[in-house]
């Protein structure tokens, strides 16, 4: 529109789209394994609390929350502060889910011998969660990042392109969307639409991906 190279800009733009989705899911993934394996193991009040909490979040809309908290990260802060502010608001809501599937799995595993053994042996909590526990179900825990992934990069995308995330000279395909709000200039420049159709790509390849993993990890 304004002699920009759209080719190139959605080519790098994909780089901070993705990775927004990545360190997202890394937080998810450790706050999910932590607080759901401690629910699981310990268990008692401990475990009350923890899904109590869980139970909360969950209950509430997503979306709001973080147009709430995107629109409180001041304006004035440097691009790569923003980045990593935007990739924790992201991820403070889609960890619950980890957390219960993490929860109901160690419910079920630490009856196991082998996990008996190792409390036994003087095993302590940390390196039983990750050395004996977590790995009899990696498989369905890589499934499941799959799938989440593409929630967290449609999340960076909508709240960039309500000019609420990332802000040039930062650019993404959120930010790139900003100049799609006008029908005016979609008619004009339909080509200024090509972040849209990268972010329902990878959205799709990433769910079948997903689903493809979540099978050939559970066939039954």
Not at 28 to 39: E, H, N
Not at 199 to 214: A, E, H, K, M, P
Request: charged letters at 15%.
């Amino acid at each position: 529109m304004i002699g920009r190279d759209v080719l190139g800009r959605l080519i790098y733009s994909s780089r901070i789209s993705l990775t927004v989705g990545l360190v997202g899911m890394a937080i998810s993934l450790s706050l999910g394994i932590l607080l759901g394996g401690v629910s699981g193991l310990v268990g008692g009040a401990l475990d009350n609390i923890i899904q109590r909490v869980i139970e909360i979040l969950m209950s509430i809309p997503t979306l709001p929350v973080w147009l709430a908290l995107a629109a409180v990260v001041p304006i004035d802060w440097p691009a790569l502060r923003v980045y990593f502010m935007i990739s924790i608001i992201l991820s403070l809501i889609s960890w619950t889910g980890m957390a219960r599937v993490v929860r109901s799995k160690f419910l079920a595993l630490r009856e196991e011998d082998f996990v008996m053994a190792a409390m036994l042996d003087g095993c302590s909590r940390t390196r039983l969660i990750l050395r004996h526990m977590l790995p009899s179900f990696l498989s369905h825990i890589i499934a499941s990042i799959t799938l989440w992934i593409p929630g967290l990069i449609l999340g960076e995308t909508a709240l960039s392109f309500l000019g609420l995330g990332l802000r040039p000279p930062v650019v993404s395909w959120g930010v790139m969307l900003q100049d799609t709000q006008k029908v005016a200039v979609i008619a004009r420049y339909p080509w200024l639409l090509a972040p849209g159709g990268a972010v329902f790509l990878i959205v799709l390849t990433l769910n079948f991906l997903g689903d493809g993993l979540r099978d050939a990890a559970d066939p039954y």
